[in-house]
């Protein structure tokens, strides 16, 4: 590429910026702001998901959440028109960390920061307490799923997840799925058993928009091993919606909990 294809000659616009990354993107944006992502179809910045977790949870004004994993600021649009005090969102993937600074920009995220890094590192030395931790997308893209969810335990009463999850019947017999995962194992975590299955990137990793984990694997914990989980760490209350076990890319739940 000649440095000079860097360069934008066009009258400056939101759509110049959001073309930086042409063919990158996972999200559509709201109609209302008329600029096209390509190829987004996901309607993250007009999700039911957060929408159910805020009427779930009694409402987003004035409290500090802490987001893992923002993709590329959807979810941390909604908190704010939910007025949010503050949003820190976390980003390990540096593309989708740029997005988000653009999407921040764009839509004026003027309650919204953030951090390009591993939020288990930061989990790990936080000193802050959150009135939520929202984690969408990120579980099944782990290595060790069990220890963010502790993690995340120690930081937040109140705990949102949507993920995937390993289910033997329904993956081995999925041809697009069979092929990406490993036996199940039982693990340990501070001495109780959970069930997980080692799962493969393979193909995916030559997208230069992926959006998964750092590594080539993850592993995918079964359903029942993550409601265990979330009660072995204080969550009693438990709302479940968005069970999809037919989902394309694997069968999938959300979770508000609560302690």
């Given amino acids: 590429m000649d440095i000079l294809d860097s360069y934008v000659l066009t009258e ?5 910026v959001i073309d930086i990354f042409q063919g990158e993107w996972s999200s559509v944006l709201p109609a209302q702001f008329g600029l096209t992502t390509k190829p987004g179809t996901a309607g993250l910045f007009e999700d039911p998901r ?3 977790a ?5 409402g987003f004004s004035n409290w500090n959440i802490l987001e ?3 993709l590329e600021g959807g979810h941390s649009y909604m908190f704010q028109n939910g007025n949010a005090s503050k949003v820190t969102a976390i980003e390990a993937n540096t593309r989708a960390f740029l ?16 951090k390009l890094g591993d939020f288990m590192q930061f989990l790990e030395k936080a000193d802050l307490t959150y009135d939520m931790v ?3 997308g990120v579980l099944y893209h782990m290595e060790e799923p069990l220890r963010l969810l502790n993690l995340a335990s ?24 069979k092929h990406k995962f490993e036996p199940v194992q039982v693990v340990e975590f501070e001495g109780v058993p959970y069930e997980t299955s080692q799962q493969s990137y393979k193909q995916a990793l030559a ?3 992926f959006c998964g984990g750092p590594q080539p694997v993850s592993r995918w914990l079964t359903r029942d091993s993550i409601i265990k989980a979330l009660n072995q760490f204080g969550y009693k209350d438990l709302s479940v919606s968005f069970e999809q076990p037919d989902h394309p890319n694997g069968p999938a739940f959300a979770i508000c909990a609560r302690k």
């Fill in 134 to 136: 929202f984690a969408s």
């Fill in 207 to 209: 997208w230069s928009g």
């Fill in 99 to 114: 997005k988000c600074l653009c999407v921040k920009e764009i839509l004026k995220l003027d309650r919204v920061e953030f």
């Fill in 50 to 52: 957060v929408t159910w």
């Fill in 12 to 16: 400056p616009s939101s759509q110049n």
């Fill in 154 to 177: 120690k930081v937040s009463d109140r705990l949102f997840i949507w993920t995937h999850y390993y289910d033997h019947e329904i993956i081995t017999n999925t041809e697009k799925l």
């Fill in 68 to 70: 893992l994993g923002p």
């Fill in 54 to 58: 805020e009427q779930t949870f009694g």
